[in-house]
């Protein structure tokens, strides 16, 4: 039998106490699994309403785990991976955690912009699992990083803790809405899957600029609004954006309050066979908030991304990006 891997044997560990625990406290897996990541990081069981049983069958699973035998990467992966399993029984589409090929790409585009930065802040004002923070954070070892993340979904802002925790990763969370005011220090990067749709509370949206003339706002507007406004002068903003974001209502104002507030890096239109349909379909928008002194690229950097399975694509797209560093910093 083939021996497994770590990513596969940390996995089972999730899998297996999460099941227990699901069972035990009748909750849902993604709750369950939550409880588990913590019991795991805090070495104790908090559960007192388990049985004894299920209390020792769960303990000797953590005993056999030893956690600081995996890499923080192991550790992202395999919880991403029990993640993935809990989110197949009910999630909305907006509450999808970000995956890990578009995480890996806006890693490395986040390591060019920051160009050997050895200290800096970085923001996700939709955190969610935190999947796509800590794969930031994981992949800038030569930085020392500190990163806030904010979510108004408490079951999906716990997984983010716990995923922190374990990963040793040093994040502030805040559990509100991300439209509401933020109590934070600027930050000198943002990273944003934006949540895509409508935003319910007009009395809020009023405050922002990208308000709808008419009925309610778009949310994935009013983020780039509230992230620009969190973000140093001369810092990086990095957005997953549905690809229609230039022709659905209010794209005249986004357009004004883009040439107003920031210059427009560049848009990469990631491959449709990682969407369901191509009205789900996305791209990463590059933005650096205006600076005085600092001026707009020479030329916008666009591409369509080729699937990533696709290396030697990937390569040239890659060369291509350095070209442009080149000719426009
Ligand atoms: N990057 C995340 C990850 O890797 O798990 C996924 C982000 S998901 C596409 C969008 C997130 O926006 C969801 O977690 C959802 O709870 C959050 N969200 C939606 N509306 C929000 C609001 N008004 N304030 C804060 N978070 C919000």
Redesign the pocket.
Same mark, same amino acid.
């Given at each position: 039998m083939n021996e497994l891997s770590p990513i596969e044997r940390l996995f089972n560990t999730f899998d297996e106490t999460a099941a227990t625990l699901q069972q035990e406290l009748s909750c849902t897996y993604l709750d369950a699994l939550a409880e588990t990541a913590e019991n795991l990081f805090q070495q104790k069981i908090l559960q007192d309403e388990m049985s004894d049983l299920a209390k020792k069958r769960v303990w000797k699973k953590y005993e056999e785990t030893k956690l600081a035998g995996y890499s923080k990467e192991e550790i992202r992966q395999a919880y991403q991976l029990a993640i993935l399993k809990g989110m197949q029984e009910n999630v909305q589409p907006?509450?999808?955690?970000?995956p890990d090929s578009i995480?890996l790409f806006i890693s490395y585009l986040l390591e060019k912009f920051m160009r050997g930065k050895k200290e800096f802040a970085i923001l996700?004002?939709?955190?969610?699992?935190?999947? *796509?923070?800590l794969t930031m954070l994981n992949r800038q070892p030569e930085a020392s990083v500190s990163a806030i993340g904010?979510?108004?979904?408490d079951l999906?802002l716990k997984l983010?803790w716990c995923g922190a925790n374990l990963m040793e990763q040093p994040v502030q969370l805040y559990n509100?809405?991300?439209?509401e005011p933020l109590f934070i220090d600027p930050a000198d990067a943002v990273v944003?899957?934006?949540?895509v749709g409508w935003?319910p509370n007009d009395v809020r949206a009023a405050d922002y600029e990208l308000k709808a003339e008419e009925g309610h706002s778009f949310?994935h507007h009013l983020?780039m609004e509230q992230s620009v406004k969190h973000t140093k002068p001369g810092g990086y903003l990095f957005f *997953?954006i549905p690809n229609g974001l230039f022709e659905e209502a209010g794209a005249d104002k986004l357009h004004r309050f883009f040439q107003k507030h920031v210059h427009i890096q560049g848009i990469i239109q990631l491959p449709l066979t990682m969407f369901k349909n191509k009205q789900a379909a996305k791209s990463i928008l590059i933005l650096q908030k205006q600076q005085e002194g600092v001026l707009a690229p020479k030329r916008v950097f666009l591409a369509n991304m080729p699937s990533m399975k696709d290396r030697q694509a990937m390569q040239s797209i890659m060369v291509k990006m350095d070209d442009w560093f080149k000719e426009s910093k």
């Open positions: 907006n509450h999808q955690m970000t995480g996700d004002p939709a955190i969610g699992t935190g999947n *796509l923070l904010v979510d108004v979904d999906l983010a509100q809405d991300g439209l944003c899957d934006l949540p935003y949310a983020f *997953l």
